[in-house]
RNA sequence: CGGGGUGUAGCGCAGCUUGGUAGCGCAACUGGUUUGGGACCAGUGGGCCGCGGGUUCAAAUCCUGCCACCCCGACCA
């Protein structure tokens, strides 16, 4: 491709909406154009890039057995009214109607989509194990797009599903995908980790996160260094402190005014943090959006709560939850703000962490203004409706599997695999008939990579102030050749030479032959980051350029043959 | 959804406090001089000053309602 025809805008300075690198870059290099808030059009090097990353994929995807299909971005009602995620996906999910009234929704997943094809086409065991996915435009309504393609309204994802006929299908299934994504976030250029993840409202019982990682990352992941613990920190297991054997003491109600917080009371009764209770009052919803209940979750004062362990074990949707209005909670249950305690609550769920089941003699509220409790015991005094591991495992805690401090890191989320199990087989009837004749249902596995999403990260992780420096796999092309002046007809011819044989070679060029200065066309070539950089100038007639590999390397003066051996034998060995 | 900020030429911004009918840099176009790291000179074109309502002889500027965009938080298969 010639510059000089190119469709190609490059911005000098850094456009006022932009923040962070990726989203600046891209702009900045033309690659992206925003529409509106979240929604984004690429340009023809961007397009290059996504589809660089697409053939990555597919050929992985290809490889591990999966076969693509292209089903539509619009849905009907009907088939998440049979998964029950019509009701249950909240205002993310980006609906809409048809000219007669007619529900649709935009498509930010497609389990039900592919569960429907499975159920009217699969009927036998012999048809199993199958492996379906897409390359597409998915929607989500996000309440805060954010950071360019980072968080999109619209983006591009691979989604595959897999459909087994047991457990065990399912496992080797899951670990297929897990394999071929570690091979194309490795392909794509990108440091990551694969992570223990939640699996959210797409509902299921085993999941993985890959995580690129980068402190703007909006993941927030705990692992450990002394082994392979490694889980986002929703996620992330606590293993409880050793229950005491402390001799149970009798409650004792104690004046402490005015201390609302844990660090007030722990430092009025002169305790430490962990003898103390920490209460977190919520109010629950109906599918109907109507309060239908109260929530007091109890962790120990030196604890995080974990909400999203939280509403796991509540096993309600996350929308369906919210922090409490303190004044209408206390006439509904006794509880008062800053006061609460587990002693005295009523018309109210109780969840204990599972911590506190084994500590002895600890201070809670009182339900009562300037009042608290001490001594208090689980069991003697007061009991959970639900009891489980509900807190954060924050740094320095130890790790669940070896003990170590742990650790944290910020990634961005560019793909997680989770074990569907028969969640949609069984809402949406999704069977097969086994070799007994007997009716059962199909085992699923779902696998997502935003493939938008994972272009914004490899440029987060490879560039410098001056701009991106592509790996070789997902740069829009490979080499660029700069004429310093392109109307000197040694150059032009020079220039035209390399371009032709690295064209024949299979290396996808660009030749900058636009009229402009020097500087310019240099300055553009460091912000494209086109990783093979071959510059003709003063030396064309003795057949000489200066050849450049990425913006680290040396500068080399060599024979336009050399310097073309090397473009084509770098280009395959990295591309 | 809560808090904060910003909307003026393709991009980056000034003007608004103190109303008088819009300006700078970059980009674009013409001519000339330049030519190895975002050139210089001269000239040209381009604006519903986010949208509506109000105050006023007069509104980019004051008042008011709305909208859009960005940041922090909430939220996020």
Aim: proline fraction near 4%.
């Amino acid at each position: 491709m010639r510059l000089s025809k190119m469709h190609l805008r490059t911005l000098r300075e850094v456009p006022a909406e932009a923040e962070i690198a990726s989203h600046i870059l891209l702009l900045r290099t033309g690659m992206i154009k925003k529409l509106v808030s979240g929604v984004y059009g690429f340009m023809p090097l961007g397009w290059r890039s996504v589809r660089k990353i697409e053939d990555i994929v597919r050929d992985e995807m290809d490889k591990a057995g999966g076969q693509e299909i292209l089903m539509s971005a619009v849905q009907p009602a009907e088939l998440w009214e049979e998964s029950g995620r019509w009701t249950q996906y909240g205002p993310e999910l980006w609906r809409l109607k048809d000219r007669n009234g007619r529900d649709f929704c935009l498509g930010p997943t497609h389990e039900e989509i592919f569960t429907d094809i499975v159920r009217n086409d699969v009927s036998s065991y012999r048809q199993l194990p199958m492996n379906l996915y897409q390359i597409q435009t998915k929607y989500r309504d996000e309440a805060r797009p954010r950071f360019g393609l980072m968080r999109s309204r619209e983006f591009i994802m691979k989604d595959a599903y897999s459909f087994d006929k047991d457990r065990e299908g399912l496992d080797q299934s899951y670990n297929d995908m897990f394999r071929a994504y570690e091979k194309i976030f490795t392909r794509a250029g990108l440091t990551f980790r694969p992570v223990e993840a939640d699996t959210g409202a797409i509902g299921g019982s085993g999941s993985h996160e890959f995580t690129a990682l980068s402190e703007v990352g909006e993941s927030e992941i705990a692992y450990c260094d002394a082994c392979q613990m490694a889980a986002t920190s929703e996620r992330a297991a606590f293993v409880d402190d050793p229950a005491t054997s402390e001799e149970r003491k009798p409650m004792e109600e104690v004046h402490t005014p005015g201390t609302k917080t844990i660090e007030e009371v722990a430092g009025f009764l002169g305790l430490e943090k962990k003898q103390t209770i920490k209460a977190l009052l919520f109010v629950t919803y109906d599918d109907g959006g109507e309060e239908n209940g109260y929530v007091a979750a109890f962790v120990r004062g030196d604890r995080e709560l974990n909400m999203t362990k939280l509403i796991n074990l509540l096993d309600i949707p996350e929308h369906a939850i919210a922090f409490a209005d303190e004044e209408k909670l206390e006439a509904a249950t006794g509880a008062v703000g800053g006061f609460t305690g587990p002693v005295g609550l009523h018309h109210c769920k109780i969840v204990v962490d599972s911590e506190l089941t084994g500590q002895q003699n600890l201070c809670a509220g009182a339900c009562k203004v300037d009042h608290h409790i001490l001594n208090v015991n689980y069991g003697r005094d007061y009991e959970g409706d639900l009891i489980g591991d509900i807190k954060m495992l924050l740094p320095q805690d130890p790790c669940p599997v070896c003990g170590a401090p742990i650790k944290y890191a910020r990634g961005i989320e560019v793909g997680q695999v989770f074990k569907l199990g028969t969640k949609y087989s069984e809402s949406m009837g999704a069977t097969y008939k086994d070799e007994n004749q007997k009716e059962q249902f199909i085992v699923m596995g779902c696998y997502g990579i935003g493939v938008t999403r994972t272009l914004a990260a490899v440029v987060e992780q490879h560039h410098d102030e001056n701009g991106i420096i592509w790996p070789m796999s997902v740069a829009p092309y490979h080499a660029i050749i700069t004429l310093m002046k392109p109307e000197d007809p040694d150059q032009k011819a020079l220039g035209e030479k390399i371009y032709e044989e690295l064209g024949e070679a299979g290396v996808e060029v660009l030749l900058d032959d636009r009229k402009e200065r020097p500087g310019v066309k240099f300055k553009d070539a460091d912000l494209l980051g086109i990783p093979v950089r071959i510059t003709v100038g003063r030396d064309a007639a003795d057949e000489k350029v200066e050849y450049k590999l990425r913006r680290e390397e040396e500068t080399l003066s060599v024979s336009a043959a050399d310097a073309i051996a090397a473009a084509i034998k770098i280009v395959n060995e990295e591309r």
